[in-house]
């Protein structure tokens, strides 16, 4: 920074896109393109009004306003800005609209507490202002066009969770998404839960079909006697003792059988991710019994009575 007078103290702020910070021997310095509007700033302490001029590549030694290049400095063109009450100024450079056209290169804005040219400075008090202005940047800001979700589960109706919001239940469609990656989470009692990652598209739809596996659990079947054979709803599960698995989640029939024994049933109620413990005890199969009645006994004493008769005849004849 340039001072020719301590009694006129400008430290200036001066901020093009960028935060710039100026030594105090130097003066701020500024990186625009030709077309950008560059906010200045400043003190003045014991003036109402600063005088605004510009000097560099193709312009008037002396310099022109800063809002018309057209205007020479030396023939009283000058931006006049006023200072308010706090001995603050505050000017937008708007280097687009001068009434012509600047060229790329570094200019110098001159602040000058009084309508004093180039020529003339050593009358006033003053500070400068470094701006080198580039090639003019060309950008198209492009509306950003949403994308959606179709979500299906297999069954239908699990819940939906995108992030840590609850969306809905399945079949539904989520619109108005900004383009990227979401994590969403497809949940529903006596099902696992199903997680993926759906990639949005602007202006696309993201199908999603999430088969959901049933959610199971185990039972460890034993029998008393062992090695009675197994069913479970009535397939065959083996030996016991014997471990069922992949049992959905709910009421299953689990029946033993041996033989010599009477069969066994129970009914088990199976809770998903766990394993229940069942044993199932059989009963022998009762002995056959014969049992005389009186009845018969009368029907037969002929019969015996006969039969001794006979042996008794044999003996007699072989003793004679």
């Known amino acids: 920074m340039q001072t020719h007078h301590p009694a006129f103290r400008s430290c200036l702020l001066a901020l093009a896109c960028i935060l710039l910070i100026a030594g105090a021997s130097a003066a701020p310095s500024i990186q625009a393109s030709v077309g950008d509007i560059v906010p200045l700033s400043g003190y003045s302490y014991g003036s109402y009004n600063v005088y605004l001029f510009l000097t560099g590549p193709n312009l008037p030694v002396n310099g022109v306003a800063l809002n018309d290049i057209s205007k020479r400095a030396d023939q009283g063109g000058f931006t006049i800005v006023q200072v308010d009450s706090d001995d603050h ?85 989520i619109s108005d998404l900004t383009p990227g990656t979401y994590d969403v989470v497809f949940s529903q009692f006596g099902y696992q839960k199903f997680s993926t990652r759906v990639p949005v598209e602007a ?35 083996g030996t016991a003792p014997v471990l069922a698995v992949n049992l959905t989640g709910g009421n299953h029939t689990v029946a033993v059988s041996l033989d010599g024994y009477l069969s066994g049933e129970q009914t088990v109620a199976v809770i998903p991710g766990q394993t229940l413990p069942v044993t199932i005890g059989l009963s022998p199969v009762p002995l056959r019994t014969t049992v005389t009645t009186p009845a018969a006994a009368m029907a037969t004493a002929p019969l015996v009575a006969g039969f001794v008769a006979i042996l008794f005849l044999i003996h007699y004849i072989r003793r004679k």
Not at 113 to 131: C, H, K, M, Q, Y
Not at 149 to 155: E, Y
Not at 203 to 213: H, P, Q, W, Y
């Open 89 to 173: 100024w505050s000017y937008k450079w708007g280097t687009g609209s001068l009434g012509g056209r600047l060229d790329e290169g570094t200019y110098t804005i001159w602040v000058v507490n009084g309508p004093n040219d180039r020529s003339r400075l050593s009358e006033a008090d003053f500070s400068t202002i470094s701006v080198t202005l580039g090639k003019p940047s060309i950008s198209i800001d492009t509306p950003l066009v949403p994308g959606s979700m179709d979500l299906r589960s297999v069954p239908d109706g699990a819940s939906v969770m995108m992030g840590e919001q609850y969306k809905g239940k399945t079949p539904m469609t």
């Open 203 to 237: 202006g696309r739809i993201s199908e999603v079909t999430a088969t959901l596996a049933p959610d199971t659990g185990a039972i460890a079947i034993s029998s008393v006697p062992a090695n009675a054979t197994v069913l479970v709803d009535g397939q065959i599960a």
